[in-house]
């Protein structure tokens, strides 16, 4: 059997801890090679030391460059980790350990503390509540700090495994989750509204990359819309390091849909027109699916009949995680994820370009298939396509 070595002096890791990966069975390692692989992008600027997987732990190697609040920030953004922590290893050794934990609280600004220590390893002499209460003692006595179990300011956390202990001040919650990747890739329809980046987030959550594709009225109107949605794409690049964004010029072709269309079915047709482009596109970056922040009934498009014939444009499935929630939910979410302030910018984008005043709620597949069969799809598509500008997005930049 292959032998721990034993530590013999501290050094800082980057700790993450499983939950739903955990549960993963004989598959597991497929998705912490994952996590480790998302790691190694999003701290690309910086050399991160050896990995590896011990039980439902991740730890990570941490070199002195890279500072305590960058490690915070972004860890912060991994799927897959349910919390994470700063620890610094020390022998197993109770005074070796209390002096670490000592250092661990000092300069924190806490009044109140607690000791949380697990004990992976059942060969050391001491138990939980034993660790607990002797290194308790010892930083405050040395530190003067009080002990509350119920509230503290500051939890120092212990984890005791075969080759040594390892100290933190408190675990940080992590992004939870699947890591981006593992389940495929996406391209997201991001309108630059409130809702769609949160849509995009939820599936990055469930292990999906997600591309983005958006479409703007320039030059029929200015690039507010696009400006937008270059800085909400550069926001949700940050949980997976890489995306593709795809800005593709919409307001010539529904100058066109105009001409050649009745005024109540435009906002339809506009979007099977979207749904035809992206589709096209998703194919050149090998996604499988569309995601869209549709909400049942939310606008005028999202009638359960609208969406329906919407869907039919196209056989690409599309998936809409947001189709329960109602305006409120995903605010609270858009808030969370830092993208609401940049939704609510004032814009002129395309879903506002030449919308008629009463719209369609209720079409019907045949009304909508008479309609564009004055337009040559194939073409206007094609051309969409090919005038679409591509941008590379990455994190860190």
Sequence with gaps: MKRCALITGNMRYLIGRYHEVALKGGNRWRFVDQIKHNLRTIFSDYQLGRARSLGSRL???LSDEIPDDVVRARAALIFGLQNFS??????LDIEAIA???IARARGQEAKTFRVTAKRDNKRFALNSMEIDRIVGAAVADELGLAVDLENPDLTISIEILNEGAYVSAGKIAGAGGLP???????LALLSGGIDSPVAAHRMMKRGLHVDFVHFHGHPLVSTASRDKAVDLATHLTRYQGRATLMLVPFGILQREIVARSLRPLRVVM????MMRIAAELARQVDAAVLVS??????VASQTLENMMVIQSAIVMPVLRPLIGM?????????????TFETSILPDEDCCTLFTPPHPETHAKPRDVEESEAQLDIARMVADAVAQTEVVRLSFPR
């Design 180 to 186: 981006v990747g593992i389940t495929g890739r996406g």
């Design 86 to 91: 700063i620890s610094y290893s020390a022998p």
């Design 293 to 298: 922040g549709e909400s049942l009934g939310q």
């Design 270 to 273: 506009y979007r099977r027109f």
């Design 326 to 338: 109602d305006k409120n939910e995903i605010i609270v979410e858009a808030r969370r994820l830092g």
């Design 99 to 101: 002096r670490e934990a």
């Design 59 to 61: 730890m990570i190697e």
